[in-house]
């Protein structure tokens, strides 16, 4: 496999957000989006194998892996690092753009599925794979990071439209105003959490967090 970086930190997004974690950051994405801040991980990375890779898992000693990107299910041998990493008792999160078909992931209350759908201030709001939706369960996640107006309400039809059973997660893209976004979640009365990027608040764009 082809990894990026791996690092200690907290989790900076979503409903896990605070909880201190290893990230397993994997080379390359499928997708452009035009506010992506991890552009690095398109073709930055050194070649490991699974056995490398938990070698320096293991050395953390922590509970909690982050797998993300880049686009992790971009690499097949993606899913063989989650078995073996459920297989050790790790809790495992996935961070996925949305984009890469979810079925070969095996169901387990140790895996959550953090999933985007790109909203169109993105520029790739074409290019999901929507029958993911249909994957997620309580556990999962589901995230829109939103640029705008119109993203907010890209995503709150979509969340109108596919009812997701699992807990929805709306993060400003950094810069822009969340009081603004939470005002518009509050007057529509939608069932998200509006979340800033927690990392990006510590530590800016420093890598490595």
Known sequence: MKINEIFYSIQGEGVTMGIPTIFVRLTGCN???KWCDTAYARTEGKEMNLDQIMEEIRKIRCTQVCITGGEPMYQPETVKLIDVLLGEGYLVTLETNGSKNLEAL???EALM???DVKCPGSGQSDKMDLSNLELLGPTDQLKF???DRTDYEYARDM???YHPICAVVMTPVWG???AEVIKWVLKDKLDV???PQLHKLVW???RGH
Do not use: A, P, T
Request: hydrophobic share 40%; charged share 35%; net charge negative.
């Open 204 to 206: 800016g764009d420093e």
């Open 113 to 115: 599925i953090s999933m």
């Open 193 to 195: 959490r509006v979340l």
């Open 176 to 178: 822009v105003d969340i």
């Open 145 to 147: 990071v939103v640029s």
């Open 106 to 108: 095996e169901c387990s």
């Open 159 to 161: 969340i109108k439209k």
């Open 31 to 33: 997708l452009d989006c």
